[in-house]
């Protein structure tokens, strides 16, 4: 009998009840106990949810983060937390977000370095580590949720831990020393941890090490073979878990490892899973994940069967079936989707259907498929109808892309001679300030937006509301004195969404929310066909707040490729092709918004990193087409007209060739988390254009001083010339709150202010 499973399931609840409980707390709202008991009752519900499986998760739920939870689990919390009064869930989030609930300002810390997780749109905590770090095991949050489930009735559970080859793997040397090197001393800590889940009824615990589909240098490899050598004393059976790609050289490898299973990503690499039938060892269980655990479209149960019944045949009982990786990046729950397009809806499969799709799978490799006939025809024709569908294929959309020439791609003079014109054009001072485009999303705003999407007032009513959040926004700035304005991004749900809802080829869900990091949940809009622009989508707002203001005022666009990466993406053409085709949409309103006076254009692309492959062999046939999308949107304009892009935790050093390439006169970056870190890159490579690192981290409720500013830029004005500086916050200020926002932008100001003064 093959066995069904899950590697992890969404952790925010339903209706988002984690993140209304983490900020209740944060703001001193709800007690410790409560925020506790209101994450059991998530827990609680996500077991249930997955009681028809052979085995279910534990330990995949998290507070904020899983790799700062392994953190925790590991002893390994920056010296900065230690000996700060407060519980253990303060110094957490202390660590996560700089503060905990009720911290004075002495309590104020460093948060810890946020970047993405593999190549999704999830942020995690990154563990530091220096030549002297030690590692103690502090088991309680797995024990405990261990214990929850068995009284929750779940009579398999499988603990859930990131493997410690992994962990190393996603830390951050703090000094010169290698982090591979402390692989000897961490090793007894996991043994602990994995006798003290087998003392508490584990029989199998899922062992996650992503890094293995990633290139590995020989001693990354060799350092499997020492922790798994050294594990397989240990009691539970291990499920060595790989995801987001394929294991290529480390295949060979990833089958012989001294553990009980291995699961691979059959969707991303299907043609892999026949090699690994034949070259694993008998002894060992396969998991193949046959369901997609990072899109939301239906999975195409007669095909997978087609190439999965052959291999079941070959493995019998050896055979596990479950979701490629976690559900955590997946929505929670299609049936709350009461007022989507029926048709669309029919195509998709949130996490609790993409269960019932393994659950069909698992009956018809176990009964045969006449035994979920039902079920399969309902599928194929949901397959057949979307692929069908005249709603997916526009051949105008089609055409256009083909008629792309390289001309689209240039601007019209190289950024040197740009850069003199808009100097006189826009008459800025030395380390002009500016922000990254939004200002706090308030109560006020929110409610506007909900009423006119329940039609409780009239589209003038809410332009009129929008408009004077719009000059709020235009007015404090001017106050503050910052010399290029936005217009705060009122109007705007989601940076992506908002474009979505115009584009044709879009649709969007309700409650579709996933998370991004802590309680930051984002709602992917679907994207389901050719896309086209049927009209302008910013410019009478951009206009509005320019008529407001004699000072400069920045379009705020999100550019292609960020568009993409943060869609749920069609899966029946090249995302290059459909990049392409979001390219030329955001190429119109650019060069709308230049006709409209706006001299300015900020094209956010925040996420261009995160869609690199995890193999660096394949990055750039993908930097290739992002930079090239990047350019057809941009540079249909006059070099009078100044473009800037954004970019947010990312760690880009490695691919700066392909950022110049994409010639924004000016890019603004995250670096105030990093120290100005990630500006190393700059002393060996000449960076040709403007840039603004950020010196505000607007993750963190914390406000630094104009000395920390100053500081941040000094370094930064070490590595790129002064004259090509800029000063601005690390990312958009949507989710702070104005009495935040506005004394960390007096600083910012007073801070650009000293730096021109010498």
Same mark, same amino acid.
């Given at each position: 009998?093959?066995?069904?499973?899950?590697?992890?399931?969404?952790?925010?609840?339903?209706?988002?009840?984690?993140?209304?409980?983490?900020?209740?707390?944060?703001?001193?709202?709800?007690?410790?106990?409560?925020?506790?008991?209101?994450?059991?009752?998530?827990?609680?519900?996500?077991?249930?949810?997955?009681?028809?499986?052979?085995?279910?998760?534990?330990?995949?739920?998290?507070?904020?983060?899983?790799?700062?939870?392994?953190?925790?689990?590991?002893?390994?919390?920056?010296?900065?937390?230690?000996?700060?009064?407060?519980?253990?869930?303060?110094?957490?989030?202390?660590?996560?977000?700089?503060?905990?609930?009720?911290?004075?300002?002495?309590?104020?810390?460093?948060?810890?370095?946020?970047?993405?997780?593999?190549?999704?749109?999830?942020?995690?905590?990154?563990?530091?580590?220096?030549?002297?770090?030690?590692?103690?095991?502090?088991?309680?949050?797995?024990?405990?949720?261990?214990?929850?489930?068995?009284?929750?009735?779940?009579?398999?559970?499988?603990?859930?831990?990131?493997?410690?080859?992994?962990?190393?793997?996603?830390?951050?040397?703090?000094?010169? %020393?290698?982090?591979?090197?402390? @692989?000897?001393? #961490?090793? /007894?800590?996991?043994?602990? *941890?994995? $006798?003290? &889940?087998?003392? !508490?009824?584990?029989?199998?615990?899922?062992?996650?090490?992503?890094?293995?589909?990633?290139?590995?240098?020989?001693?990354?490899?060799?350092?499997?073979?020492?922790?798994?050598?050294?594990?397989?004393?240990?009691?539970?059976?291990?499920?060595?878990?790989?995801?987001?790609?394929?294991?290529?050289?480390?295949?060979?490898?990833?089958?012989?490892?001294?553990?009980?299973?291995?699961?691979?990503?059959?969707?991303?690499?299907?043609?892999?899973?026949?090699?690994?039938?034949?070259?694993?060892?008998?002894?060992?269980?396969?998991?193949?994940?046959?369901?997609?655990?990072?899109?939301?479209?239906? %999975?195409?149960?007669?095909?997978? @069967?087609?190439? #999965?019944? /052959?291999?079941?045949?070959? *493995?019998? $009982?050896? &055979?596990?079936? !479950?979701?490629?990786?976690?559900?955590?990046?997946?929505?929670?729950?299609?049936?709350?989707?009461?007022?989507?397009?029926?048709?669309?809806?029919?195509?998709?499969?949130?996490?609790?259907?993409?269960?019932?799709?393994?659950?069909?799978?698992?009956?018809?490799?176990?009964?045969?498929?006449?035994?979920?006939?039902?079920?399969?025809?309902?599928?194929?024709?949901?397959?057949?109808?979307?692929?069908?569908?005249?709603?997916?294929?526009?051949?105008?959309?089609?055409?256009?892309?083909?008629?792309?020439?390289?001309?689209?791609?240039?601007?019209?003079?190289?950024?040197?001679?740009?850069?003199?014109?808009?100097?006189?054009?826009?008459?800025?001072?030395?380390? /002009?300030?500016?922000?990254?485009?939004?200002?706090?999303?308030?109560?006020?705003?929110?409610?506007?937006?909900?009423?006119?999407?329940?039609?409780?007032?009239?589209?003038?009513?809410?332009?009129?509301?929008?408009?004077?959040?719009?000059?709020?926004?235009?007015?404090?700035?001017?106050?503050?004195?910052?010399?290029?304005?936005?217009?705060?991004?009122?109007?705007?749900?989601?940076?992506?969404?908002?474009?979505?809802?115009?584009?044709?080829?879009?649709?969007?869900?309700?409650?579709?929310?996933?998370?991004?990091?802590?309680?930051?949940?984002?709602?992917?809009?679907?994207?389901?066909?050719?896309?086209?622009?049927?009209?302008?989508?910013?410019?009478?707002?951009?206009?509005?707040?320019?008529?407001?203001?004699?000072?400069?005022?920045?379009?705020?666009?999100?550019?292609?490729?960020?568009?993409?990466?943060?869609?749920?993406?069609?899966?029946?053409?090249?995302?290059?092709?459909?990049?392409?085709?979001?390219?030329?949409?955001?190429?119109?309103?650019?060069?709308?918004?230049?006709?409209?006076?706006?001299?300015?254009?900020?094209?956010?692309?925040?996420?261009?990193?995160?869609?690199?492959?995890?193999?660096?062999?394949?990055?750039?046939?993908?930097?290739?087409?992002?930079?090239?999308?990047?350019?057809?949107?941009?540079?249909?304009?006059?070099?009078?007209?100044?473009?800037?892009?954004?970019?947010?935790?990312?760690?880009?050093?490695?691919?700066?060739?392909?950022?110049?390439?994409?010639?924004?006169?000016?890019?603004?970056?995250?670096?105030?988390?990093?120290?100005?870190?990630?500006?190393?890159?700059?002393?060996?490579?000449?960076?040709?254009?403007?840039?603004?690192?950020?010196?505000?981290?607007?993750?963190?409720?914390?406000?630094?001083?104009?000395?920390?500013?100053?500081?941040?830029?000094?370094?930064?004005?070490?590595?790129?010339?002064?004259?090509?500086?800029?000063?601005?916050?690390?990312?958009?200020?949507?989710?702070?709150?104005?009495?935040?926002?506005?004394?960390?932008?007096?600083?910012?100001?007073?801070?650009?202010?000293?730096?021109?003064?010498?």
């Amino acid at each position: 009998m093959a066995l069904i499973h899950n590697l992890g399931f969404p952790r925010i609840g339903a209706k988002r009840e984690l993140k209304f409980a983490q900020e209740a707390f944060w703001k001193g709202q709800s007690s410790e106990t409560e925020l506790l008991a209101n994450a059991k009752e998530i827990r609680t519900g996500n077991w249930k949810a997955q009681q028809s499986l052979d085995y279910v998760p534990v330990g995949d739920f998290s507070l904020y983060d899983q790799v700062l939870d392994m953190s925790v689990t590991l002893g390994n919390l920056p010296e900065r937390v230690q000996g700060l009064t407060g519980s253990e869930l303060d110094n957490y989030f202390r660590v996560a977000r700089g503060r905990s609930t009720n911290d004075s300002d002495c309590h104020c810390v460093h948060a810890g370095e946020m970047t993405k997780w593999f190549d999704t749109n999830y942020h995690y905590i990154v563990p530091e580590v220096t030549a002297t770090t030690s590692f103690s095991l502090n088991a309680q949050r797995l024990l405990k949720q261990l214990e929850e489930a068995r009284r929750a009735g779940v009579s398999n559970p499988k603990p859930v831990i990131i493997g410690p080859v992994t962990y190393l793997w996603l830390c951050k040397e703090k000094d010169d %020393s290698s982090r591979l090197n402390l @692989l000897e001393q #961490l090793l /007894p800590v996991y043994s602990e *941890l994995l $006798e003290q &889940l087998a003392d !508490a009824g584990a029989e199998w615990v899922q062992m996650d090490e992503p890094v293995l589909v990633t290139e590995l240098t020989n001693e990354w490899k060799q350092a499997f073979e020492n922790a798994y050598h050294t594990l397989k004393a240990d009691r539970p059976k291990l499920l060595l878990a790989t995801y987001f790609g394929t294991l290529q050289d480390n295949l060979q490898q990833a089958c012989n490892l001294p553990v009980a299973g291995l699961h691979i990503d059959a969707v991303r690499g299907r043609e892999e899973a026949a090699k690994v039938v034949d070259w694993l060892p008998a002894h060992k269980i396969l998991s193949i994940g046959a369901i997609d655990g990072r899109n939301i479209w239906k %999975s195409d149960l007669t095909a997978i @069967l087609d190439w #999965l019944e /052959p291999l079941a045949e070959k *493995l019998g $009982e050896r &055979l596990w079936i !479950a979701p490629s990786c976690s559900l955590l990046h997946v929505p929670v729950d299609l049936d709350s989707e009461e007022q989507l397009d029926e048709d669309i809806r029919s195509w998709l499969a949130f996490a609790k259907q993409k269960l019932s799709e393994l659950t069909v799978l698992g009956k018809a490799i176990n009964e045969g498929r006449d035994a979920v006939a039902l079920q399969l025809q309902a599928n194929k024709l949901a397959i057949d109808s979307r692929r069908q569908s005249a709603r997916v294929h526009n051949p105008a959309v089609k055409e256009a892309v083909n008629n792309i020439t390289a001309a689209y791609g240039q601007r019209q003079s190289a950024y040197a001679e740009r850069a003199k014109k808009q100097r006189v054009n826009l008459h800025l001072p030395a380390f /002009p300030t500016t922000t990254i485009g939004s200002f706090p999303q308030t109560q006020d705003i929110r409610k506007t937006r909900l009423a006119f999407k329940k039609q409780a007032i009239s589209a003038d009513e809410y332009s009129a509301r929008m408009k004077a959040e719009i000059e709020h926004a235009v007015r404090e700035q001017e106050k503050l004195d910052i010399d290029v304005l936005v217009h705060g991004e009122a109007e705007r749900n989601d940076m992506v969404e908002y474009f979505g809802e115009q584009l044709e080829g879009y649709v969007f869900s309700q409650f579709g929310w996933v998370q991004s990091y802590g309680s930051r949940c984002v709602k992917p809009p679907i994207l389901f066909g050719d896309i086209s622009r049927p009209h302008a989508m910013t410019v009478n707002w951009i206009q509005y707040a320019q008529s407001l203001t004699d000072k400069p005022m920045k379009g705020m666009l999100t550019g292609p490729v960020t568009i993409l990466n943060w869609s749920f993406v069609r899966d029946d053409q090249p995302r290059s092709e459909t990049c392409k085709q979001l390219a030329l949409a955001i190429r119109q309103e650019v060069q709308d918004l230049e006709a409209a006076g706006v001299n300015i254009i900020q094209i956010d692309e925040a996420a261009l990193r995160e869609g690199l492959p995890l193999r660096q062999s394949e990055w750039q046939a993908y930097l290739d087409w992002a930079v090239e999308s990047f350019r057809i949107s941009a540079n249909g304009v006059s070099d009078e007209t100044q473009i800037h892009t954004h970019m947010c935790y990312s760690e880009f050093n490695d691919i700066i060739e392909s950022i110049a390439q994409m010639d924004a006169d000016v890019i603004t970056i995250e670096t105030s988390r990093s120290d100005m870190e990630l500006l190393d890159v700059f002393e060996e490579f000449e960076y040709p254009n403007e840039i603004g690192p950020g010196v505000y981290d607007i993750h963190s409720p914390n406000i630094p001083t104009v000395e920390q500013m100053v500081n941040l830029m000094e370094k930064a004005a070490k590595r790129i010339p002064a004259e090509r500086l800029w000063v601005n916050p690390d990312c958009g200020l949507k989710t702070r709150q104005w009495q935040e926002v506005i004394p960390a932008l007096q600083t910012m100001v007073e801070a650009a202010k000293r730096l021109r003064q010498g």
